[in-house]
């Protein structure tokens, strides 16, 4: 993963370099002293290249360098066509050549030239004669992507340090040169320097995508959970990318950190149904089933009914008080909810209910057939199905249904089967069938 996102890194410090220097040359232009026709034609190239008529713009100046040898024209003309992957790139190198000693622009441009087409010795021989007399810090990042293309990433980091030791005090930090920092270190198995570097920048400057998405990386693969929280919820808020959220809730509830999980979830009004699914794991069966019951008045999907019935039972029987008035409820919102569409579990769920409380036995055989439908091996509903059976006083078809079940150990062996079991087999021994 290191290296594609060095790749990817290397690639936007490129476009970087062309775009720095295209904001600097709009507004120095030196204009010979009533040269009109000189300045008409200036204007008509940077029209285009502000309309986004990038050929027609780099054409023109083109054109300027060779009728009045204007080296900002020639600047500008190799920028566009570096930045617009546009056509001409040999001959504007060509022109370039003869001012390689003492254009610091055009010399960066033709080792951008020269990395671009793969040309790795062409552009370190450009920019070792540049950094003689120009200490520019972007003649350093490109001599570290040259090092870098080389694969000798232990000369590719050093390139990069000389970089960021000669950046000015406007131009620090630098997001591109603290990336290429860390990831050349991260290449040479530097993990603690690399850490150490992106920390420092979002000391200093705070957190970006890029920056803090390596970060999390690091943490991730150190198993620094609480710095990879916190920067995942920094990545949030910078980006507004619920995946980042997301991801971290998943990782807690991996974890078992439901708590955690649903105070982050509550802060940033994250995804109803996870919260609902928190708020039913951690028993907090009084909020899911407000939650539940708010979303179904927002959207009319019933699913969201069906979940507050369930809730509605589930904290009556955590609190021991179900009543004739409470059974009412939570029938009629699964009578009002449950459909064709509607999921097994709700129809096994409630076909259950009006077998174990003798509300409508024949009823929830039905609906319990319904989702052994969808789901025939599904041990909970083939208990169900042997309840209802058993209800009905039909010991012997209760009992062959449940046999599918006791080959599960650990379901045969849970309180409410045990239960089941011994009530089947005392009917069955009373000689009922």
């Given at each position: 993963?290191y290296?594609c996102?060095f790749l990817i ?8 370099c062309v775009i720095?220097e ?12 009533g040269?009109?026709a000189?300045d008409?034609?200036?204007?008509q190239?940077?029209?285009y290249?502000?309309a ?7 054409d ?23 930045f617009n992957?546009?056509d ?7 022109l ?16 951008v030239?020269?990395l671009?087409?793969?040309?790795l010795q ?10 003689k007399?120009d200490k ?5 990042e ?15 980091l050093?390139?990069y ?13 630098n997001?591109?040169?603290t ?14 320097n ?9 000391d200093?400057l ?24 916190t ?5 949030y ?10 991801v971290?809730l998943e990782r807690?509830?991996f ?16 995804d109803d149904?996870l919260t ?7 028993d907090?069966?009084r ?26 039972f ?8 179900i ?7 939570v029938?009629?919102k699964f009578?009002?909810?449950?459909d064709?569409?509607?999921?097994a579990?709700?129809?096994?769920y409630y ?6 409380y ?13 989702a052994l439908?969808?789901?025939p091996?599904n041990?909970f509903?083939?208990?169900s199905?042997s309840?209802?059976y058993?209800?009905q ?12 079940t006791?080959?599960?150990?650990e379901f ?5 089967s ?5 009530a089947?087999q005392?009917?069955?021994?009373k000689?009922?069938?």
């Amino acid at each position: 993963m290191y290296r594609c996102l060095f790749l990817i890194i290397a690639v936007f410090a490129l476009n970087g370099c062309v775009i720095g220097e295209q904001s600097a040359y709009e507004t120095r232009w030196v204009v010979p002293e009533g040269n009109r026709a000189f300045d008409t034609k200036v204007i008509q190239a940077l029209n285009y290249e502000k309309a986004g008529e990038s050929k027609q713009a780099r054409d023109a100046f083109l054109q300027i360098y060779k009728d009045y040898q204007s080296e900002q024209a020639l600047e500008n003309a190799f920028m566009l066509t570096l930045f617009n992957n546009l056509d001409k790139g040999d001959e504007l190198n060509e022109l370039a050549k003869s001012h390689l000693d003492k254009n610091a622009a055009l010399a960066r441009f033709s080792a951008v030239y020269h990395l671009q087409n793969g040309e790795l010795q062409a552009a370190q021989s450009v920019l070792e004669r540049l950094v003689k007399w120009d200490k520019d810090f972007r003649n350093y990042e490109l001599l570290g992507d040259v090092a870098a293309g080389k694969r000798n990433f232990k000369q590719a980091l050093a390139h990069y340090k000389q970089s960021k030791a000669h950046l000015s005090e406007d131009t620090k930090p630098n997001e591109v040169i603290t990336l290429k920092i860390a990831e050349s270190e991260l290449l040479l198995g530097q993990s603690k320097n690399a850490q150490k570097e992106l920390e420092s920048f979002v000391d200093e400057l705070d957190c970006t995508a890029r920056v803090c998405l390596l970060l999390a990386k690091i943490y991730d693969d150190k198993g620094e959970n609480a710095k990879l929280e916190t920067t995942y919820l920094r990545l949030y808020e910078l980006t507004r990318d619920e995946s980042f959220v997301r991801v971290l809730l998943e990782r807690m509830m991996f974890e078992e950190k439901y708590d955690k999980a649903l105070e982050i979830a509550l802060k940033y009004e994250f995804d109803d149904d996870l919260t609902l699914f928190l708020y039913q794991r951690l028993d907090k069966f009084r909020e899911a089933y407000e939650l539940a019951l708010k979303r179904y008045e927002q959207s009319k999907d019933k699913k969201y009914l069906l979940i507050a019935a369930v809730m509605e039972f589930e904290e009556a029987t955590n609190k021991k008080k179900i009543n004739q008035s409470l059974l009412s409820s939570v029938s009629k919102k699964f009578e009002q909810g449950l459909d064709e569409h509607s999921g097994a579990l709700y129809l096994n769920y409630y076909g259950y209910l009006l077998i174990d409380y003798d509300l409508d036995v024949p009823k929830g055989i039905d609906l319990v057939k319904q989702a052994l439908k969808r789901e025939p091996h599904n041990l909970f509903y083939l208990d169900s199905l042997s309840w209802g059976y058993y209800k009905q006083g039909q010991c012997g078809e209760a009992w062959n249904v449940m046999l599918q079940t006791m080959h599960d150990k650990e379901f045969s062996n849970s309180q409410e089967s045990k239960e089941h079991i011994k009530a089947i087999q005392q009917c069955l021994s009373k000689g009922k069938r």
